[in-house]
């Protein structure tokens, strides 16, 4: 929906709220409640971390921060301004280890690192579409810290953006295997573990091995090493290796 992605707003409005002074999101017009933006953003970030983006409503947040619905529009127009709101306070929030004097591999790892714990502590930022992000001052600190883990490694501008989207990407995806994990498992009552132990019979009648000898073969095998259909670090763990594995090939050729 629009309404959950981010970059969909008007640009001029949403750059001026992104780039605010700390302390001044109250506008110069609006309720008299001492209601600020960035209690807005605080409130709506809490609501998500709580309830994901689904249930996060302008009408859910003035009730939190005990407002009329109508008031609150004088302060973000919108879901989906809030959302870039909401992202970008995350974004600028995230540690930034230092990448001096670490080897290239340490420092990509470490912007994986970060991004996955990000993920984790704020699991709908993985349900919000960014490929219009609004440029505000967590993204672009995001962005310029990031960059540097590849500065210096022999790869061209163009392939140092590419690099970061690619790593992020994966980033992204192991994130939302962990996230639908835990999703159903709440959804359901059972763990991965438990879930196919009471669906034994069924998946034995679709894993026959006289149909589908690999897979059958392939799909015991990891479902009795991870005790469920995936594993989320072990796929972390095994992709950023492949990842750094890649772009170290690509340096080598140079």
Request: charged share 25%; no cysteine.
């Amino acid at each position: 929906m629009a309404e959950d992605r981010s970059g969909t707003t008007d640009p001029a409005r949403t750059l001026a709220l992104l780039w605010r002074e700390p302390g001044t999101g109250r506008p110069a017009r609006g309720p008299r409640q001492g209601l600020t933006v960035d209690a807005v953003v605080d409130t709506g970030i809490t609501l998500a971390d709580g309830a994901g983006l689904d249930a996060l409503t302008m009408r859910r947040v003035a009730q939190s921060l005990g407002v009329a619905p109508m008031s609150l529009y004088t302060y973000v127009r919108s879901k989906a301004e809030l959302l870039d709101l909401m992202l970008d306070a995350v974004y600028l929030a995230m540690p930034r280890p230092d990448h001096v004097d670490r080897p290239w591999r340490e420092r990509v790892t470490a912007v994986a690192e970060g991004n996955r714990a990000l993920l984790a502590r704020h699991p709908w930022v993985a349900a919000a579409s960014t490929t219009r992000p609004v440029l505000g001052p967590g993204q672009m600190a995001k962005y310029e810290h990031e960059l540097l883990a590849f500065e210096g490694i022999g790869l061209t501008d163009v392939e140092m953006d590419a690099a970061l989207t690619y790593l992020l990407g994966f980033v992204h995806n192991v994130a939302r295997l962990a996230i639908d994990r835990e999703l159903a498992a709440r959804d359901t009552a059972m763990n991965d573990e438990q879930w196919w132990a009471a669906n034994e019979p069924l998946l034995a009648k679709v894993l026959d091995p006289s149909r589908f000898p690999t897979a059958a073969r392939v799909g015991t095998a990891a479902g009795e090493e991870h005790q469920a259909a995936a594993d989320p670090d072990h796929a972390y763990d095994f992709g950023l290796q492949r990842v750094l594995d890649g772009f170290a090939a690509l340096l080598a050729d140079r």
